[in-house]
C-alpha cells in the first residue's frame, strides 16, 4: 500500500509538504494521485502525476497553489501545498491508477493509503 505523511495544522496562508512512498508494487505505467475527503463528501481528485514521464493535472481549486511531484528513485510523491486556506481541511490520501487525468473518479484506482489528516486554521 502507500503510505502518506506529512499532514499538520497549519495557519491560513502556510504551507506544507506532504509524502506518499509506495512500496511492493510498481508504479511504471500508472498515474499517481492525490485526493483529499471532508466528512460526508466524496472523496475529491486534487492533483496527479504519470510516473513515467513526470505529466501533470490539477483541480482548478488548487491551481497554482499545489506543486505535485516525483522522486523515481524513493518510489515517492510529493505535494507541496502554499496559500493554504481553510476550505483545504481535508483527509488526503495518495492512490495508483491506470489513467491518468484529474478526472479519472476514485473508483478507478486500485491501492489506496490510509491518508493523513491536513488541518488549516487560525
Known amino acids: 500500500q502507500f503510505v502518506e505523511s506529512g499532514g499538520d495544522l497549519v495557519q491560513p496562508g502556510g504551507s506544507l509538504r506532504l509524502s506518499c512512498i509506495g512500496s511492493g508494487f510498481s508504479l511504471e505505467g500508472y498515474a499517481i494521485g492525490w485526493f483529499r475527503q471532508t466528512p460526508g463528501k466524496e472523496r475529491e481528485g486534487v492533483s496527479v502525476i504519470k510516473w513515467d514521464d513526470g505529466r501533470t493535472e490539477y483541480d482548478d481549486s488548487v491551481k497554482g497553489r499545489f506543486t505535485i511531484s516525483r522522486d523515481n528513485k524513493k518510489n515517492t510523491v510529493y505535494l507541496q501545498m502554499d496559500r493554504l486556506k481553510p476550505d483545504d481541511t481535508a483527509v488526503y490520501y495518495c492512490?495508483?491508477?491506470?489513467?491518468?487525468?484529474?478526472?479519472?473518479?476514485?473508483?478507478?484506482?486500485?491501492?489506496w493509503g490510509q491518508g493523513t489528516q491536513v488541518t488549516v486554521s487560525s
Open positions: 492512490a495508483r491508477s491506470r489513467f491518468f487525468s484529474i478526472v479519472v473518479a476514485a473508483g478507478d484506482y486500485d491501492i
